[in-house]
Every structure is written in structure tokens, then in C-alpha cells.
């Protein structure tokens, strides 16, 4: 039952940078309030916000902005964040990775040139790194023997590629990748696969 000490995640109505969290807070099983407000910002909205961008987070007396800030605090308040220093940093490491795949797409997703550019030449250089990676994990998942906050980052970004028709092409090229999204999909509650199949297509 949603109540005045429900956590909320507030962002638009796309995936982009507020994804992530709400597929942790599904996958952890915390309900919260999903709220979805209007492109461009409401000015009073902007302005209260610390550095006037979403997504914002609320959880009881906590509020932060940033989405890798967000993902951190859930991540370390549920455990899936790394069981000692090095298994967090390693993790928090794969999860800053995934930055450098959706950062230059996230510039350009207006423009069909520049998003041809984008798959082109901008992905390709990160990519191969990802897919080296996940053909060297010796386990199941990318840190350690449970599922962790890097396992759903990098879920999150090959579903993203999968989910757009402009860049299914790109994934297409990178067999591990995929198959380490099926591997991680299949362990997913299946609350959170009923997530996945009903969510809205949203623009990006």
C-alpha cells in the first residue's frame, strides 16, 4: 500500500537515466511511487531541485538527485552492492561503464543523422570492451555469485539497445552480451518480468 513514507522516484516518462532505478526497486521488491512529470521541467520543479535535473529520489528524511547516486543508496541499503570493498568498487566500476555507452546517445536521439553517427562509430568503441568482459566472468554474473546492481546496469543497457529499433543493429554484433541478458533475465522475480512485458514504449 502506498503511503506517506513510500519511497518516490520522480523523472520523466522515458527509461534513460531513471530505468535503472526502477528496475531495482521492482527487482528488490520496494514499492514505491513512480512519478512521471512533463518535458521540459516545470520552473518551481527545477528550481527546488539541487542542481535542476531529475530523476529525484525520496525515501523518508534521504533525498538525492543523480541516477548513479540513487542506484548506489538502493544498492547498499538492500545488499546487492558487494559483499566487501573490493566486490564494491568492482561493481561500482561496471555500473560507471554503462555511462559511457548511453551518454553520447542520450546527446544526439533527436537526430537521426547524428544517431547513425552514434552506432556507427561512438558505440563501437565501447562495446567489444563489454562483450571481452562478460566472455571472461568465470561465474554467472560479473561480480561475485549473486546477482548484483552491475548484473542489472548491464541487463538494463543491453535492453535498452534491444528495445529500440535504431539500435538493435548495434547489439546484434555482440553474441555475449546478449546471452548474458537472457541469463540475467531469466533469474529475475517474475514480478519484474511482468514489469518488463507491460511497462510503455517511451521515446528514450
Known amino acids: 500500500m502506498i503511503s506517506d513514507t513510500t ?9 534513460a537515466r531513471g ?19 512533463a518535458y521540459p521541467l516545470d520552473k518551481d520543479l527545477k528550481a527546488s531541485l539541487p542542481f535542476g535535473q531529475l530523476p529525484m529520489f525520496k525515501d523518508n528524511d534521504v533525498t538525492l538527485v543523480q541516477s548513479t547516486a540513487i542506484e548506489s543508496y538502493i544498492a547498499n541499503k538492500y545488499n ?13 566500476q561496471y555500473v560507471l561503464a554503462t555511462m559511457d555507452v548511453y551518454n553520447p546517445f542520450f546527446l544526439v536521439w533527436r537526430d537521426e543523422a547524428l544517431v547513425l553517427k552514434y ?5 563501437p568503441l565501447f562495446l567489444p570492451q563489454f562483450e571481452s568482459i562478460v566472455n571472461q566472468c568465470k561465474g554467472e ?15 538494463n543497457m543491453v535492453d535498452y539497445f534491444t528495445h529500440y529499433n535504431h539500435l538493435k543493429d548495434v547489439i546484434k554484433n555482440y553474441p555475449a552480451l546478449i546471452a548474458f541478458h537472457k541469463r540475467i533475465g531469466d533469474r529475475l522475480p517474475e514480478r519484474t518480468k511482468q514489469y518488463l512485458k507491460s511497462r510503455e514504449s517511451t521515446p528514450v
Do not use: C, M
Request: aromatic share 14%.
Open 7 to 15: 519511497p518516490t522516484l520522480t523523472y520523466f516518462n522515458a527509461r
Open 19 to 37: 530505468e535503472l532505478t526502477r528496475l531495482l526497486l521492482n527487482y528488490l521488491d520496494v514499492e514505491f511511487n513512480d512519478v512521471r512529470v
Open 80 to 92: 546487492i552492492a558487494g559483499t566487501n570493498d573490493v566486490e564494491r568498487a568492482q561493481i561500482h
Open 119 to 123: 552506432t556507427l562509430d561512438k558505440a
Open 141 to 155: 554474473y560479473l561480480v561475485g555469485d549473486t546477482l548484483s546492481w552491475a548484473d542489472l546496469a548491464w541487463f
